[in-house]
């Protein structure tokens, strides 16, 4: 077998396209649309008759056109934002046409009719009046401005974003968000190094975001799932504007119920309780039930007895002064005393003394800084992003077109890595640092330690030049260079110091322990906790940097015909060095690396045409791929990949120039008129975009005997979205608008593991193939009210199927009848298919117009107040439950976790004083203090067997139990359930025979499966029990048995941020 897979297209019809390539390399581009255009008729008021060189100028903007014999206009090249326009000829009063909104990549038609001119300085003021549905889009797409934003209890992009139709989680109808495209001005924020978009975007810098979830044009490459396009604003020409937000919460707990630390919790009680935490919890003095509840333990006598040896480190330690040892270690403090908070400034204007002699420079300068204290402290206490963003513009030549625009994006994120195997991540909202001790070996060296996790930092740095000429007023290029670096630190902190901090009993001496990190073994007193080895393990000094130099133009022919084409040139630097590193335990090393220079372009050719209402998007999108490096040919098993070759590969193995890859993509979208007040869309189009690098670039190194644990395979082809798409928009009502929307996603080439194993074991990696797919489809529903003096919002709902499944087999033995055996047995080639989970979100926003109510002079106490309620909605996932063991064939996903959802709100005053705007306001998170269990499991659970007893307690429904082979109660309940804090836990044990019952416990109920009758067991024998009490105990379902981590079962309370916003 050859290390390199066959091309999409043959190496011979590579050939064939490479003069296509070039062809459209002169013509095209992918420069990513940053601006709209404004068109219109201008006529003599009152008749159908047209007017010729009327001048129509955009104020603010010096640019414009005239119009044409036939009395039309047509404006390119218009930065999106709300305008005035103002059309004036000779012998005709000027008309003024204000709060003319221009979108991205949209057509705004503004008519005029011009009157003659009764006196000097005759001018007509208007107000453009914005269509409901917008007929020039032809796919699901929603324009985002900033006062939109602004009234929503948000701070950052990425919510915003998460808002809309289609999106979960950063998930684009389902693919995730390595596969999306961000921009910033048009200029890529994918971190080459995993994929993901930088969003760090000051909310004081933007002035508009579109967000697109299908139909993309041809001008749009590496992306399949969907585009947020965000544009910045510039500084004013002739004042200076600043823009401060700062949202507050005070210090407080991100969970419900007791500290990790409290005498009762899992961790704490069997030590201290005086009731075992001597001579053990087996004594008898707590029932099975209380047992089960928390760890075992030998009690602290047992534990003295047991350090009598004095090469033990709790050699001689009292039982009394071993519990204070144990004390020590678990000493971390859980309280969180800092506060959360987000700081966001914003100041531009012209430049000071030079701005004048360089075409009116002007800058924007914004700074972002979020602050988000753990749930509890790791090697860092705290999650911390900070970003500068500035944006420099000029328009060099005033009069001739011309505009240079400079923008920068820079920032650092610290925190603690939220792996061990050196892979990017920073542990960051209170679920995920909950799941990280859940059902762990080591769970509480997790909790009270302050290293098992790295301390991690990444540095990012985007730069961007734009230039753009307005040739006409119909025709205009953009030449945009950029580049995007990103660099990675994860390493251990400090070694723990041996100082001593305390002597306990006969003198031992105690340290910093568990603080600091600690590579050799160290064990707690009591329970063993892991206090050194096996933490801090990831390693990584990454670096990726990529170079993008984009051409694009567009030209409008004539009324009906655009064009646009352009090039894409990308260079990417892609060094990374990351590891598993245990000094200890170094079975599991690895050491993963690669530094290549792959090349990739693009090239598209699109038309937009519009007539009559009706617009047609049509494009052809060429793109090209090269990993730019020698890499290995191998047969499947070859000897080299085994042990004490890694560092002789090259020598070993045959190396080949790796595969040129060209791929054309059609492009079509289509929308036209229903009627005057609805239009019909429909969209295809292949999407393409590249993989993440460890698929293409990487070797990992087993450290343990220096073979290859896994090499990537940079000839795969880049994964394909075939996507189709059907929407239908309607106004009603004048003033909301209904958009229903289906799509169809074929997902193919998506990569995927593939495990080698030879016949003596010499031999085993893994390899990047692309052999995994995926169909997406569903259903988006919106229903938006655009305007209105006391209420404006939206509600959508999403509901999407997916399947997912792979080709070829996940494991490949040399040995032929392990291969049949494992064909024979295995699952992995089982076709996936989740059970929808629809989910919808609303955004309400009512507010009272400036001047609205009684007037007291200086005082309007009514205008100005707004109240934002922004709501989610998801139903309960579905999953496999049999019991706690295997489930029997044909029963897959047969219960469904409980919905979730939430409400947030805003409430906020914006009062003006001389000239300065203020904002007061307050948001409140979890409005209803709603308590959630994980649906998946990740946080709140001990272990697995503490898992399913909570899922046993359930009243499941009868339909469900009866396919189970398990006893138990039959009732309404489902996963998510639970038994309320200070409700005391009442077992209820399902039984068929009372005769069987083994221990008999007085504080259980008995449930009979055969009458169904509830038991309990007095005095020696079984008595039917006390129906009220039975009602007390379902009606409280004090039944519930709940998870261990009490102190991590609920998380999230309601939390409440006190804000400001200045601007002037």
């Known amino acids: 077998m050859s290390g390199k897979n066959t091309p999409t297209f043959s190496r011979i019809a590579s050939r064939r396209f490479t003069g296509l390539f070039f062809a459209l390399l002169f013509l095209s581009s992918s ?14 008021a009152g008749t159908d008759e047209t007017l010729p060189g009327v001048n129509v100028i955009i104020d603010g903007l010096q640019i414009g056109a005239a119009t044409n014999l036939d009395g039309y206009y047509s404006i390119v090249n218009v930065p999106p934002g709300t305008y005035t326009l103002r059309a004036s000829a000779v012998g005709f009063a000027t008309v003024v046409m204000e709060d003319v909104r221009v979108n991205i990549d949209q057509t705004t038609i503004v008519d005029f009719q011009l009157r003659e001119q009764e006196f000097v300085g005759d001018e007509v003021v208007l107000i453009a009046e914005r269509p409901v549905v917008e007929r020039d889009v032809s796919s699901s797409r929603a324009n985002i401005s900033s006062e939109q934003i602004e009234s929503m209890p948000v701070t950052n992009i990425q919510s915003v974003v998460n808002l809309q139709a289609g999106i979960q989680g950063g998930s684009i109808r389902g693919l995730g968000e390595e596969y999306s495209q961000w921009t910033l001005s048009g200029v890529s924020l994918r971190d080459e190094r995993d994929n993901t978009p930088y969003q760090a975007v000051s909310l004081t810098s933007i002035s ?56 009762n919790s899992y961790f704490m009680r069997p030590f201290l309780d005086d ?37 033990s480190p709790y050699y001689g330690l009292s039982p009394a002064a071993a519990q204070q040892v144990f004390l020590w270690q678990k000493r971390k403090d859980f309280a969180i005393t800092d ?4 700081l966001d400034i914003g100041f531009g204007g012209p430049m000071p003394i030079i701005g004048n002699s360089l075409g009116n420079l002007r800058f924007w300068a914004s700074h972002r800084r979020t602050q988000e204290m753990y749930l509890y402290a790791l090697s860092r206490d705290r999650y911390e992003d900070h970003s500068t963003h500035i944006k420099l513009t000029s328009d060099l030549l005033p009069g001739r077109g011309m505009k240079l625009s400079i923008e920068t994006l820079f920032g650092t994120q610290t925190g603690t890595n939220d792996n061990n195997s050196g892979n990017p991540g920073i542990f960051r909202g209170a679920s995920d640092i909950a799941a990280a001790p859940s059902m762990h070996s080591y769970q509480d060296g997790v909790v009270f330690s302050s290293d098992y996790f790295a301390p991690t930092s990444v540095d990012r740095f985007v ?53 600091g990190f600690m590579p050799e073994p160290s064990d707690g007193i009591g329970d063993g906790m892991r206090m050194g080895v096996g933490m801090s393990n990831s ?15 567009t030209s409008q022919l004539n009324r009906y015909l655009q064009v646009k084409s352009g090039l894409e040139f990308v260079r990417t630097h892609s060094k990374v060095n990351y590891a598993r590193f245990d000094e200890f335990l170094p079975s599991q090393n690895t050491v993963s690396r690669w530094d290549r220079k792959p090349l990739r372009g693009g090239a598209y050719a699109q038309t937009r045409l519009e007539f009559e209402g009706m617009v047609a998007n049509l494009g052809l999108r060429l793109d090209y791929s090269y990993a730019n490096t020698d890499w290995f040919e191998f047969d499947p098993f070859n000897p080299a990949l085994g042990s004490g070759n890694i560092d002789n590969l090259e020598e070993l193995l045959q190396t080949s120039d790796t ?8 492009r079509i979208g289509v929308s036209f008129p229903i009627t005057v007040e609805s239009k019909l869309y429909f969209n295809y189009g292949h999407f393409r975009s590249m993989p993440t690098p460890e698929n293409l670039y990487m070797v990992r190194e087993s450290m343990l005997n220096d073979r290859v644990a896994r090499i990537a395979n940079p000839n795969m082809p880049l994964p394909q979205t075939v996507s189709y798409e059907l929407g239908y928009e309607h106004n009603i009502f004048q003033n909301y608008l209904i958009r229903v929307a289906g799509f169809y996603s074929d997902i193919s080439n998506h990569a995927e593991l593939v495990s080698y194993l030879s016949s003596d074991r010499q031999v085993s990696y893994t390899i990047s193939q692309p ?49 049949r055996q494992y064909e024979r047995t295995t699952t992995a080639n089982d076709q996936l298919r989740p059970v929808a989970r629809p989910y919808a979100r609303f955004s309400l926003d009512f507010f009272t117009p400036a001047g609205f109510g009684p007037d007291w002079g200086v005082l309007n106490p009514l205008e100005n107040w707004r109240v934002n309620f922004l709501g989610s909605w998801q139903a309960g996932r579905y999953f496999t439950w049999a019991g706690g063991g295997a489930a029997p064939r044909g029963i897959v996903n047969n219960v469904q976790w409980r919905d979730y959802y939430n409400l947030n709100m805003r409430v906020s005053r914006e009062f003006e004083v001389t000239g300065t705007r203020i904002q007061l306001f307050m948001d409140m998170n979890n409005v209803f203090n709603t308590r959630r269990m994980s649906q998946w499991a990740s946080y709140g659970y001990s272990d697995g067997e503490d898992y399913n007893r909570y899922m046993r307690s359930l009243h499941l429904p009868r339909e469900v139990l009866d396919e189970l082979d398990y006893a138990a109660v039959p009732g309404s309940d489902r996963p998510g359930d639970y038994r309320e804090s200070g409700v005391e836990f009442v077992p209820i044990e399902p039984i068929v025979n009372l005769d069987n019952v083994e221990r008999p416990n007085e504080r259980a109920l008995y449930f009979d499966t055969r009458d169904e009758q509830y038991y309990q067991y007095r005095d020696g024998v079984f008595i039917e029990a006390d129906q009220n009490h039975v009602d007390q105990v379902l009606d409280d379902k004090a039944y519930i048995e709940m998870p261990n981590h009490t102190f991590f079962t609920f998380l999230n309370p309601r939390n409440v941020f006190w804000g400001i916003r200045v601007r002037f």
Not at 465 to 486: G, P, R
Not at 544 to 551: G, M, Q, R
Not at 786 to 807: E, I
């Open 771 to 819: 052999n995994r797919y995926r169909d997406h489809r569903g259903i988006e529903a919106t229903l938006e009210r655009r305007g209105g003096r006391f209420f404006r919002g939206f509600v959508n709902y999403t509901y999407t199927v997916t399947s997912t499944g792979r080709f070829d087999f996940a494991t490949q033995y040399e040995n032929p009848a392990q291969q």
């Open 339 to 342: 506060p959360d908070y987000d």
């Open 659 to 666: 595969d040129h890859q060209f791929y054309l993509s059609p």
């Open 208 to 263: 508009e975001v579109q967000v697109q979830t299908g139909g993309f044009n041809a001008e749009h490459g590496n992306v399949q799932s969907g585009i947020v396009n965000i544009v910045t604003r510039e500084g004013s020409r002739d004042r200076y504007n600043a823009d401060v937000i700062f949202r507050y919460r005070p210090p407080g707990k991100k969970n419900y119920g007791i500290s990790p630390n409290d005498p």
């Open 31 to 44: 420069v990513i649309a940053q601006t709209g255009r404004i068109s219109g008729d201008v006529t003599v």
């Open 275 to 311: 009731e075992v935490a001597w001579t053990g919890t087996q004594n008898g003095a707590w029932d099975r039930y209380t047992q089960r509840q928390y760890p075992e333990f030998e009690g602290w006598i047992s534990v003295s007895e047991n350090n009598m040896d004095p090469e």
């Open 539 to 553: 390693r990584d000094s990454s670096e990726v940097s990529y170079l993008t130099v984009d051409f694009d133009i």
């Open 463 to 515: 730069l961007g030049a734009k230039f753009t000429h307005s040739i006409s007023s119909d025709t205009f290029y953009e030449l945009q260079v950029s580049n995007f670096h990103s660099s990675y630190d994860t390493n251990p902190s400090p070694l723990r110091s041996d100082e001593t901090l305390r002597v306990f009993g006969n003198g031992y001496e105690a340290n910093e322990a568990p603080f």
